[in-house]
């Protein structure tokens, strides 16, 4: 009996950390049909995207596959989400690209050793942020810099792909030289390699409109790698993906200058950051569609596996893939054994069918990523945060000018940074109010309503932010500015507590003892309301005299409201309605924030 419950217990705790597994331990076999027609359609979408991916990173074509399977099968087993795929990214790719290539001066062995030990590092970073529950540290990327960051890579990325379907090489590094230079660059147009890339994006369009649920991309690939091959073009100039090793990959550990792992430890955090937004927006998205949640943790355990996955086969970072995840829920996927399968026939290509990828055009695939990549700009979105919030708007356009003019990786940063300034400021300087009462005797924010009356000689405060150590003296600021602003005399101040003491801080303690005797000297009363028991606690820790005559604590604004003697005198009088104990609906929203 014992040991029964034993083994249910571990599997409980097994379940917790392989939520996939959970999945297809309770599998039902009339899901496998549309889960297989699901994961043959994944496959075609991810093998020109992945071996185009792998051109992006300046790898050969077969990483893109080898960075593939395993992942797949790591996150069908660690992830919460029964949509998601996950894969080689057009963000991820182009953030290793900008921070590998200068490192690995030209050399493409220390180029791909560089490319493994970032993912790996990027996967250490996933596992730690999952471990100690920090997965809202990544959320400082808001929804604007990321709608900014994503716009401004895919543009960089697009811009970089004119080299390949022109059949010209880029020698400035930055997008804004680049464009500058293109006039010099056009006049360098491989007219046959242009008619390849034509052709390629002639059939993704013509199967778009004709057979919407084909994969558009593979068989635009297809026909451009038969046309390449029947006709010998890479003898003509085109250029081609070229030979590709068929088989496993045999494992190699990282064998260079150990400066250069240092170089890779920041951009390995701030990659780790932008892959797990970009999936967690993905994730969420279909779930909601699919009525299930998704643990942001368990999200985070799950990329950091699936990315040291692959970096052990020898591939490069890999992200959610929104395209392929939109696929799968298209074709009616219902688990995670959409990835295994799809993994499964990626590996037999790997094994027995690579020859026909040598031929495949540099070009095709560069109109390939321009397509992927398109799919990212969101010019609308950003002109509806102007009319919406135009604090967003100019966020997202900082961030997309700063990923445009001074690079990916220091856009990233940037963004990075915003993000944290930007939630600073929200709890550095809040917004605050002063409450009063209606007819009906429930305390509301005045301004609000004509029908909301301050109380005489009571002013009720509300802070909407922790007060903690960097926004204590703005909260005795704004009070006294307060204060001071009131047309009739203030005999007693009320400070809604629930809204503002989160948590012990002896600089905020020594601020309310500071104010408390500020206020005695005006003859003004100080109460503090809500959170009774850990003021208390919190003021006789800090030393903070709450005995009569000093600061008084009462349970909630009601009881303190109702307790004052210049209320019970307007109440007597008819100048002020009964309180009623009723929750304000400011205050849940106030308190729902914290």
């Known amino acids: ?117 970032m993912t790996f590092m990027t996967g250490l970073w996933c596992l730690l942020a999952s471990r100690f529950s920090i997965g809202v540290l990544a959320e400082f990327l808001s929804k604007p810099i990321l709608l900014g960051l994503l716009n401004g890579v895919a543009i960089t990325i697009i811009v970089g792909q004119f080299s390949k379907i022109l059949g010209f090489r880029y020698q400035e590094p930055y997008l804004l030289e680049r464009l500058l230079h293109t006039p010099q660059y056009l006049a360098q147009t491989h007219w046959l390699t242009l008619a390849i890339a034509i052709l390629t994006l002639m059939f993704f369009i013509l199967t778009k409109l004709m057979r919407p649920q084909w994969p558009a991309a593979m068989i635009a690939i297809t026909v451009a790698t038969y046309v390449s091959w029947a006709l010998d073009l890479g003898d003509d100039g085109v250029a081609v993906v070229g030979s590709v090793s068929s088989g496993l990959p045999e494992f190699q550990s990282p064998v260079f200058d150990l400066g250069l792992t240092r170089e890779l430890v920041m951009p390995a955090l701030n990659l780790a950051m932008v892959s797990f937004i970009s999936m967690m927006l993905t994730a969420r998205s279909f779930a909601a569609k699919n009525g299930y949640d998704i643990d942001a943790d368990a999200e985070f355990r799950a990329l950091g596996f699936a990315n040291i996955a692959a970096a052990a086969s020898q591939g490069f970072a890999v992200s959610g893939a929104d395209s392929r995840t939109a696929v799968n829920d298209a074709n009616g996927g219902k688990t995670q054994l959409v990835s295994v399968i799809s993994a499964l026939v990626i590996l037999l290509i790997i094994l027995f069918a690579t020859a026909p990828l040598a031929y495949i055009p540099a070009s095709a695939l560069g109109v390939v990523l321009v397509i992927a990549s398109a799919s990212l700009i969101d010019i609308k979105a950003l002109w509806r945060l102007r009319k919406r919030d135009n604090g967003a708007f100019t966020l997202a356009l900082i961030t997309l000018f700063a990923v445009l003019f001074i690079g990916v990786i220091p856009g990233i940063t940037l963004a990075v940074l915003l993000g944290l300034f930007q939630f600073l400021k929200v709890v550095m300087r809040p917004d605050d109010q002063i409450l009063g009462i209606n007819q009906k005797g429930i305390l509301r924010s005045l301004g609000k309503s004509d029908k909301v009356k301050p109380i005489d000689g009571i002013l009720i405060y509300r802070f909407n932010s922790p007060l903690t150590y960097f926004n204590a003296v703005y909260f005795k600021r704004r009070l006294l500015s307060a204060i001071a602003t009131q047309t009739m005399p203030v005999e007693t101040v009320i400070v809604d507590a629930v809204s503002c003491f989160s ?71 008819g100048l002020a309605p009964q309180v009623r104990k009723q929750e304000d609906p400011d205050e849940v929203l106030a308190h729902s924030l914290l």
């Open 1 to 117: 009996m014992l040991a029964t419950i034993a083994q249910s217990s571990l599997f409980i705790r097994l379940c917790d950390w392989l939520p996939g597994l959970s999945q297809l331990l309770h599998y039902q076999k009339e899901w496998f049909k549309d889960d297989l027609r699901a994961a043959l359609s994944v496959t075609a979408v991810a093998l020109p995207v992945a071996i185009a991916y792998a051109q992006l990173t300046g790898v050969s074509a077969v990483v893109g596959l080898y960075s593939c399977v395993l992942p797949m099968l790591v996150y069908a087993l660690f992830g919460s989400s029964r949509q998601l795929i996950v894969g080689p990214d057009a963000a991820t790719c182009a953030v290793l690209a900008a921070v590998v290539t200068p490192l690995a001066a030209g050399d493409p062995q220390r180029h791909w050793q560089l490319i493994m030990t």
């Open 503 to 573: 948590h012990f801080d002896l600089n905020v303690m020594a601020m309310i003892d500071e104010l408390h005797k500020l206020l005695k000297k005006k003859n003004i009363t100080l109460i503090l309301a809500g959170r009774k028991r850990e003021l208390i606690a919190w003021c006789e820790a800090a030393g903070v005299d709450i005995s009569d005559g000093d600061i008084v604590i009462r349970p909630d604004l009601t009881m303190a409201v109702r307790m004052l003697p210049n209320y019970k005198v307007a109440l007597s009088q």
